[in-house]
């Protein structure tokens, strides 16, 4: 305990975002109620997962294992990057960014491969791809909810953020030096497992991400995660990052106090009944608020789900607050690499954003045009 207060003592967002709602408690309503707490609880259970992976050594081993398949660190990035695309259509790009960040930082240190644009670029993939897909992150499977719609109905629509991702993909993929990596391999020692722990986290990991994949009993999710984890290694749960779910969390409280103020109600009405105003708002907005509280934000005043779908989508791109996607990334760095690599990743990570959002705003505003 005093480990996980002595981190948020130290956390600039928590800190930020908690004066914020206490600030806006006094001029507005706050609503407990408008917080996704599956999106808490997802986040929560995802961010202990990957830190009992970490501290097993499975990130490390399935490091060791790409390294002995890959030829050269441009392989081995366009490796990281599909992985990040594809598998954050199915398992959400947190889960995408939480797994593959960890295993690039691996990488990097057993080999020549770029660490902050390679770690940049997996990021934005994983973000790119979950984008494409409906239930690829916690704000389109939020519109499916809200407007009680099939995923098959956004199929059209995430067709051009697929094409967006696999256009750009090999061009960027020439960017990365095409080093020679045999001859660098380290092993790592893997760590011994008995057949029960075996058993154990196999059966868990499967349950697990079946759960979050699904979104159904998460807070049982949460409870299994929290005791399989301090089963294997009780310092694990000391080491979670909580400090950005709680910032998350406040993000909600934030929007809930700002719905109070007839201002604000009235403006949006206005802008929801736009197709081409909810699309640039809507990707201006998650530049400050992030985009999963901005569909919360924005779905009660728009039956533009279309638009509304691609604004949040292209405005994850951006400002590291735009989506948490590249909270999540950015805390991987910094948790893990010194203050100059931080930033140097920062200067990278946004540049690469920021030219992601402008591709993807000025093709989706000329999709909702024609």
């Known amino acids: 305990m005093p480990t996980v207060l002595k981190k948020l003592k130290q956390d600039q967002l928590f800190i930020g975002t908690t004066v914020a709602v206490i600030l806006l408690s006094l001029f507005g309503r706050i609503n407990f109620s408008a917080i996704s707490w599956s999106t ?88 790119l791809g979950s984008a494409a897909s409906p239930i690829g992150n916690p704000q389109n499977i939020y519109l499916l909810a809200h407007y009680g719609i099939p995923f098959t109905h956004l199929f059209e629509t995430a ?36 057949r029960f722990d075996v058993i154990l ?3 868990f990991t499967a349950v ?24 294997f290694d009780q310092s694990v749960i000391e080491k979670v990052d909580y400090g950005v779910v709680i910032s998350i969390a406040n993000f909600f409280l934030l929007v809930s106090a700002l719905m109070t103020w007839p201002f604000i109600y009235q403006s ?32 009660p005043f728009t039956e533009h789900v279309q638009a509304l779908y691609l604004a949040l989508s292209v405005g994850g791109f951006g400002t590291l607050v735009a989506s948490l996607a590249n909270l999540l990334a950015y805390r991987q760095i910094k948790a893990n690499h010194p203050q100059k690599t931080t930033k140097k990743f920062f200067k990278t990570f946004t540049w690469h954003n920021v030219l992601f959002l402008i591709l993807g705003f000025a093709l989706s505003y000329l999709d909702i045009l024609f």
């Open 201 to 203: 986290l196999i059966t």
């Open 268 to 299: 949006l009405s206005a802008i929801g009944s736009s197709q081409a105003g909810i699309f640039a708002f809507g990707a201006v907005v998650s530049q400050i608020i992030s985009n999963v509280p901005a569909a919360a934000l924005l779905a």
């Open 40 to 127: 808490v609880l997802s986040l929560l259970s995802l961010l202990t997962m990957v830190t009992l992976y970490q501290s097993l050594g499975l990130i490390d081993a399935l490091a060791d294992y790409l390294l002995k398949k890959a030829k050269t660190t441009r392989s081995l990035s366009v490796i990281l990057f599909l992985l990040a695309f594809f598998s954050a259509m199915v398992v959400t790009n947190d889960v995408a960014i939480l797994t593959l960040l960890p295993l690039t930082f691996a990488l990097a240190k057993k080999s020549a491969l770029p660490l902050i644009k390679t770690a940049s670029l997996t990021a934005i993939y994983a973000n």
């Open 159 to 194: 067709a051009l953020l697929l094409i967006l991702g696999l256009a750009t993909m090999p061009l960027f993929a020439l960017t990365i030096p095409k080093t020679s990596i045999g001859s660098l391999v380290e092993t790592a020692p893997v760590k011994k497992f008995n």
């Open 208 to 231: 697990a991400f079946l759960s979050l994949i699904t979104q159904k009993n998460l807070s049982v999710t949460l409870v299994m995660t929290f005791m399989v984890s301090s089963y």
